[in-house]
């Protein structure tokens, strides 16, 4: 089956710092998934934060970025200078997509990032 | 305003009940989902819907079972409940089923006693 690993538990980082939360995927039934980034504010549902469907290509959204990397199956999300507007739970996503669609994503455990002023 | 509302937000019944999660979007999308987030677990997919059509369940307990009265309706029964079943719902859309981009309510919180 499919899984996506990232890091766990929670990220403590101070105001205007840069962030990475590291995301690697595994896929047994396709060779080049549909990757994604959401993000969930206190009391908000999910949000899509960005979308990578190319193999090499670069997402990017709200001064957040992350690089679909086939070699190492990796899709780190990074920022330059976080704000504290920044604090949510942070989720990496695969989806399935021989046609260039899925119904079903798959998602990882989930980042908590805290931002401190 | 609020374009996926999920009631209720916080929700605790007793093991062997019956409970419904409501979802309603006001999207105008065509394909709903449901997935569930237990404790210390990522997100699983359960089911997703198609112009209030079944198109695809991971769910293997015949327990759960979506509703569909409008195609931006989509409910889910919870019969038996079982402390397991504690765990975040979140209910999702997209514009067609298997539109990558779906989007998210803010879940339903349910604790089994």
């Known amino acids: 089956g499919d899984s996506v690993t990232q890091t766990e538990g929670q990220v403590t980082v101070s105001e205007s710092k840069s962030l990475i939360i590291n995301c690697t995927y595994s896929?047994?039934?396709?060779?080049?998934?549909?990757l994604f980034w959401y993000v969930r504010y206190p009391g908000e549902g999910l949000q899509l934060l960005l979308k990578?469907?190319?193999?090499?290509q670069k997402g990017s959204s709200r001064g957040f970025e992350a690089t679909y990397n086939k070699e190492t199956t990796s899709f780190h999300l990074q920022k330059a200078s976080v704000q504290e507007s920044d604090s949510a739970v942070y989720y990496c996503?695969?989806?399935?997509?021989?046609?260039?669609?899925?119904?079903?994503?798959?998602f990882g455990s989930g980042t908590k990032v805290i931002v401190l002023p | 305003d609020p374009k996926i509302i999920q009631k209720p937000k916080y929700l605790v019944a007793v093991t062997g009940s019956e409970k419904i999660l409501i979802c309603e979007q006001y999207l105008g999308h065509n394909a709903m989902y449901w997935y569930r987030q237990s404790a210390k677990k990522p997100l699983e997919f359960m089911f997703s819907y198609s112009y209030q059509k079944l198109m695809d369940n991971q769910t293997a307990s015949s327990r759960f079972q979506p509703q569909s009265s409008k195609k931006n309706h989509l409910d889910l029964q919870i019969t038996a409940l079982k402390p397991d079943d504690s765990a975040t719902y979140f209910c999702?859309?997209?514009?067609?089923?298997?539109?990558?981009?779906?989007?998210f309510g803010p879940g339903t919180r349910l604790t089994v006693l």
């Open positions: 999702a859309s997209s514009q067609d089923w298997g539109r990558d981009e779906q989007y």
């Open positions: 990578v469907i190319t193999a090499g």
């Open positions: 896929t047994t039934s396709i060779a080049y998934p549909n």
């Open positions: 996503a695969l989806g399935e997509a021989q046609t260039g669609f899925a119904s079903a994503l798959t």
